[in-house]
């Protein structure tokens, strides 16, 4: 008890996510909570709110709360597209963090890749061949392309940064009509091949031409 004087209610029901995050057990009842803590179930309703709101716990009708890791990804979409739509060459500088983050991670990555995710890299590579071929873009079979990629690299919060970042260029269309598709998609294949190669230095050139060729189009969408 000694331990949770001067402690509010909020830093103790945070301590309590901390502790079912870390063992994988949902949240006990509120009746639990508030007997626990000497507080009325209102009280530990509104506490529990900021948590809800962040995606941290989660309430499922008839079956209580569940603590999950936060996704950072909608928080940062939700506060940067007002900013990009005010300032639309902030996409440059997200373009530049996101650049090096991957080029960071992709070796990386490349060397945790199963043969499941390459196989699936294949079927994504050979989707952007044909629609190309039909004069098609092919935004979303790129951002799998790229999702599948830094999965093996085993960091959440990448994963969740690369989420928002793609959230943020669909929304501006600045990834959309591209003047060469089909060499863009040749541009993946060849990496493609490099990743089943674990060639990592040829990787990152290849990768560094698909960033080139992306600040090109979004310096393009702002003139």
């Not at 029901?13 to 803590?37: D, H, N, R, S």
């Not at 963090?97 to 960071?104: A, D, N, P, Y």
């Not at 499941?116 to 994504?124: A, N, V, Y």
């Amino acid at each position: 008890m000694s331990d949770n004087l001067g402690k509010s209610l909020e830093e103790r029901i945070l301590e309590m996510i901390v502790g079912c995050l870390q063992t994988g057990k949902k949240l006990p009842t509120e009746k639990q909570m508030a007997e626990t803590f000497g507080v009325s179930r209102a009280a530990i309703r509104e506490a529990l709110s900021a948590f809800e709101a962040s995606g941290t716990v989660i309430a499922q009708q008839g079956s209580g709360r569940y603590v999950q890791m936060p996704d950072v990804s909608s928080q940062i979409t939700d506060g940067w597209k007002i900013l990009i739509r005010s300032k639309p060459e902030l996409l440059l500088e997200l373009l530049e963090i996101r650049t090096v983050l991957e080029l960071g991670f992709l070796p990386k990555a490349i060397d945790r890749l199963e043969l499941p995710d390459i196989q699936k890299l294949k079927q994504l590579v050979d989707v952007m061949l044909e629609r190309s071929g039909n004069g098609e873009d092919f935004v979303s079979e790129d951002r799998e392309f790229h999702r599948v990629l830094f999965s093996g690299s085993g960091n959440i919060l990448l994963e969740q940064l690369l989420k928002a970042f793609w959230d943020l260029y669909e929304q501006s269309n600045a990834v959309r009509h591209h003047a060469n598709l089909r060499q863009i998609a040749e541009v993946h294949q060849q990496m493609l091949e490099a990743i089943a190669r674990k060639n990592a230095d040829q990787a990152i050139s290849l990768m560094k031409q698909q960033f080139e060729d992306a600040r090109y189009r979004i310096s393009m969408s702002l003139a």
